[in-house]
């Protein structure tokens, strides 16, 4: 980080909202030449600064790169809370964070609806006012945060999903053309987006974070119908994974996303892009599948084959999985985390972020 960021982000908790403005938005912005990496450095539910400071620096040391940022959960199982300690713990390490809300009462995917976090409360303003606290606390921090909404919402696993608020039902819900599910949610977040503007939040940088395939794979279930509006969001953001178990089909970086890419650059044609999430796990048989595919990955950025990338977020985890061969961080082999350092080091991979002071 910069001299002048770091001041910014180690000074989250100074700032009391109440009586105070930004002068101007406080977006992060793309830069013109340069990509941002960072990453999801396997942080538990709730980190705090201790958790933070260690598993940050043990990613960094093994890559021998500073991040610019660092990605973590505000999961609402916990309560729908600004979550100070992740935030603190962060820029305590210097780092801007950037805070995925997952909208859920329970961790478990392929649940169906959520009653307490459903569509239809939010759209109600059930929570309009646990909403106008955490753009408060936000707007507290005087930093620039990323935040994404309800991620990967063309997935089924997450309870936002529009398979569980209506599907492609088009008689319950606004314009009669579209599909219910998925006009629900692109409500609800214009609605979030709205209430943070309001409460002067507007040090958020908006990532709308899609999955790189639709699932289902139904006509009204695509990225498309779940978009905002440009004015609500300032990044596009895709999951980008290759085999996340032993014995799935293990393709390749390019080949997940370039079957992507024209459906998720199609979202806007100003917005700058970010791979939000990428992985893999070792390829059973191979000890440098891993390795090749990572090396494909980082390059394929490098080398411009999508040009309105600005931003990466390795998914370092392996909490959710037991052996080795199901781990996607990148230390599960030799071969994994030297291709890792080795590609990230490139000059295009940069630790400082450019933002609109």
């Given amino acids: 980080m910069n001299r002048a960021m770091g001041i910014v982000v180690t000074s989250l908790a100074l700032w009391s909202w109440s009586g105070w403005a930004f002068p101007h938005d406080l977006k992060i912005l793309p830069s013109q030449w340069s990509v941002y990496q960072g990453a999801f450095p396997d942080l538990s539910a ?22 610019a940022f660092v990605m973590f959960a505000n999961d609402w199982v916990d309560g729908p809370y600004f979550p100070w300690d992740g935030v603190d713990g962060v820029s305590q390490v210097g780092k801007v964070p950037y805070i995925r809300i997952l909208p859920r009462s329970t961790r478990a995917q392929y649940t169906g ?25 936000a707007r507290a921090t005087a930093s620039p945060l990323f935040v994404e909404w309800a991620p ?4 089924r696993w997450y309870q936002w999903n529009g398979l569980w608020s209506g599907g492609g039902y088009t008689f319950g819900f606004g314009n009669p053309n579209l599909a219910d599910g998925p006009e629900k ?113 980082l390059q394929s950025i490098v080398e411009e084959r999508y040009p309105r990338v600005k931003g990466i977020s390795y998914w370092n985890e392996s909490s959710w999985t037991i052996p080795q061969n199901n781990n996607l961080r990148i230390d599960s082999s030799p071969q994994a985390v030297n291709a890792y350092a080795t590609g990230i080091h490139n000059d295009v991979f940069v630790s400082d972020l450019e933002v609109n002071w």
């Fill in 152 to 155: 990967e919402m063309n997935g």
């Fill in 185 to 297: 949610y692109r409500a609800v977040y214009q609605r979030v987006v709205t209430i943070f503007n309001q409460e002067g939040a507007t040090n958020v940088t908006w990532v709308f974070h899609v999955n790189w395939e639709n699932n289902p794979r139904e006509y009204w279930n695509t990225m498309a119908a779940y978009y905002p509006g440009d004015q609500f969001v300032d990044w596009l953001g895709i999951s980008v994974f290759g085999a996340q178990y032993a014995y799935e089909y293990y393709d390749s970086f390019t080949n997940v996303f370039d079957a992507a890419y024209g459906e998720f650059s199609a979202l806007s044609a100003t917005k700058p892009m970010m791979v939000a999430e990428f992985g893999v796990v070792e390829q059973p048989g191979d000890p440098n599948g891993k390795a090749q595919w990572l090396t494909n990955a």
């Fill in 46 to 67: 709730i980190p705090g600064a201790s958790e933070i400071a260690y598993k940050v620096g043990n990613f960094e040391s093994e890559t021998a790169k500073k991040m």
């Fill in 113 to 137: 609806s959520d009653y307490y976090y459903s569509m239809d409360r939010f759209l109600a303003g059930y929570y309009d006012n646990v909403l106008r606290q955490w753009a408060r606390s």
